[in-house]
């Protein structure tokens, strides 16, 4: 709760915090009607006992004097200004409950965009939506419940005191404090016991959001292997364990309620028996018994409802602490304080003995050191896992490195702010998944405030303007969820484009080309020798055959650097890249006789 108070008294908002008080008047109002409405009822009842009807078929009039009247019109007012008033304070509230929910969630959507690739490498991306999802109605909860139902309940249950001194004596304040702290103790004690069950609740929930979505995404895989039994299989035993803990949540609530219930009951029966005994005494009148009755169960209303606000804030309280500690989880990379925005003059990138590790007893980079001149293209080869990605995620400071520096134009990678590093790159990477959008969407990602015409212009150099124009809809086409609608080679025409739009000095090729047929590679080669004409170019490549124009290849094995130079150097040293080019010439070779052998087989096929 004093987390969330900023957000229900924000700074920089006098209109909500008027809200507030004006809420807080309408709130108090409320209350002291409704503890005055059994005052009335206590009146009628005096009058109708102590001056019964004798005038029998008589006028109502002449029945209802004008007390009686103006008590019963009294308690009928008075609770109508009662819900009146209620209903003034939660529309006024509503605004700065939605606003509360908006900003603190906001405020997690940005901190979650903050945290590092590691983080989100290392979670799940259907539980943390499931995290938030849950987050989100716990806010509005706990901000709707604690704010508008918890304080109201404990001033009535003040004005209720107050009254019940004055119209009785001590005893029927002590029965009833006695009662309420019983009351919340039997309802915080159970509720512990609950919490735990609402955890496993939360904890099985969580495990099947997350195989449901993990399945969805792979749905090709799961068809291509047959697997949909195995899916289910493993869906339903996740939800076998929440079907088990909403049970028990539902069997705790049972005798949580009961026990409410019976603490309660007592208490309101030992007040109506000293009630009654003072009737029949003499020191109180059927009013004073009636009004009793009635200010207490209008009290259990609001006090069972409180018993239900612990509870459900308690519930909420779990389903916020993961969002909290999201919250809490510090940025693996973070700017330094006052760091200045990256200055690109000429785009040298320097690599300068450069360890790195995803893991302590894993190292990926051993004392890499290479240069990227300004304006040159340096390519980077090797075997898998020798660390070529792990490079460029380096350069876009997704991780920070063990040892040893990376500058550009001299200025230290850790030096700089992220924002501006990341503006001065244009990536096109191995894996494009693009957003559930339209075409023109995606294109203008790379640069959002982007002219119509530079949209389409980005898609023709990146060979894809006219596919677009075929479609029917254009670049308003949607290409679905991770851009599963479009093939390998149109979503990564699609990604050069994005890249080709954002225009920056330093351009990162990873596999660009690695999803297109040789045709089409021809092309968008082309494309991709024309933009980075100029510019600061690192291409992380497997297919040689689009670097043997490199001004610089480095070639990597096992984290270190094993050879360096022009294609026709490391060809006449005869080492690693020879051999890795020879193997490919091979394997293409190899492909080409095997699609001749299918056409010749054709031909004489249809020949016979």
């Not at 938030?132 to 806010?139: G, H, N, P, V």
């Not at 995404?217 to 949909?228: A, C, P, S």
């Not at 400071?397 to 063990?402: G, H, K, V």
């Amino acid at each position: 709760m004093r987390d969330l108070l900023p957000y229900i008294w924000p700074e920089g908002r006098p209109d909500l915090r008027m809200r507030v008080v004006y809420a807080s008047i309408a709130l108090v109002i409320a209350k002291l009607i409704t503890v005055c409405v059994p005052i009335t009822y206590k009146w009628a009842v005096d009058w109708l006992t102590v001056n019964p009807g004798e005038a029998g078929g008589a006028s109502l009039d002449a029945v209802l004097p004008w007390l009686v009247v103006g008590s019963i019109l009294a308690y009928g007012t008075g609770r109508m200004a009662m819900i009146g008033f209620t209903q003034v304070r939660d529309v006024l509230f509503t605004k700065v409950g939605q606003n509360a929910v908006r900003q603190l969630t906001n405020k997690t959507f940005r901190h979650l965009h903050v945290l590092s690739l590691r983080f989100h490498l290392e979670r799940r991306t259907g539980g943390l939506s499931r995290v938030i999802e849950r987050a989100l109605r716990a806010i509005e909860l706990i901000i709707r419940m604690g704010v508008l139902n918890t304080i109201p309940t404990i001033l009535e249950l003040g004005f209720i005191a107050i009254l019940l001194s004055v119209y009785f004596d001590w005893r029927y304040v002590a029965i009833v404090l006695i009662t309420v702290a019983l009351y919340l103790w039997y309802t915080v004690e159970a509720s512990k016991w609950r919490i735990k069950i609402r955890r496993e609740l939360n904890d099985s929930d969580t495990e099947a959001n997350s195989k449901a979505i993990d399945s969805l995404l792979n749905y090709e895989t799961v068809k291509y292997f047959g697997n949909e039994d195995l899916e289910a299989r493993r869906f339903d035993e996740s939800m076998a364990k929440y079907e088990i803990a909403a049970i028990k949540t539902y069997y705790s609530l049972g005798w949580l309620n009961f026990g409410q219930a019976v603490i309660f009951t007592l208490g309101l029966t030992l007040c109506m028996y000293l009630a009654a005994r003072g009737v029949v005494q003499g020191t109180a009148t059927v009013g004073d018994f009636v009004m009793l009755n009635a200010m207490l169960i209008q009290l259990y209303m609001p006090l069972n409802f409180m018993g239900m606000v612990y509870r459900e804030i308690k519930q909420a309280l779990v389903d916020l602490e993961t969002m909290f500690g999201l919250l809490d989880q510090y940025p693996e990379i973070k700017d330094s304080p006052g760091a200045p925005a990256l200055r690109v003059d000429k785009a040298h990138i320097a690599f300068e003995n450069v360890t790195f590790a995803y893991e302590p007893d894993r190292t990926i980079l051993n004392n890499v050191s290479f240069d990227v001149p300004a304006g040159s293209m340096i390519a980077i080869v090797g075997p898998s896992g020798a660390g070529k990605s792990t490079i460029s995620r380096i350069l876009f400071r997704f991780y920070d490195t063990l040892k040893g520096a990376v500058t550009i134009d001299g200025q230290s990678l850790k030096d700089v702010t992220q924002e501006s590093l990341r503006a001065a790159i244009g990536v096109v990477p191995q894996d494009t998944v693009l957003f559930n959008d339209t075409i023109a969407y995606n294109i203008r990602y790379g640069r959002p405030d982007a002219t119509e015409d530079e949209v389409h212009r980005a898609a023709s150099l990146a060979q894809i303007d006219d596919l677009i124009k075929a479609l029917p809809q254009g670049y308003e086409t949607m290409v679905g969820e991770r851009g599963l609608k479009l093939s390998g080679g149109e979503k990564q025409r699609v990604a050069i484009a994005r890249t080709i739009l954002k225009d920056p000095p330093i351009l990162m090729l990873d596999e660009a080309t690695s999803a297109l047929d040789s045709h089409t590679e021809k092309e968008i080669q082309d494309a991709l020798d024309l933009i980075s004409k100029d510019r600061t170019t690192l291409v992380i490549a497997h297919r040689l055959s689009t670097i043997v124009n490199a001004d610089n290849i480095i070639v990597l094995e096992t984290g270190r650097i094993a050879e360096q130079g022009t294609h026709a150097e490391l060809m006449e040293a005869d080492g690693l890249y020879a051999s890795m080019w020879n193997r490919q010439r091979e394997a293409e070779e190899a492909r080409r006789r095997l699609a001749e052998a299918l056409e010749a087989d054709k031909a004489l096929l249809a020949a016979t």
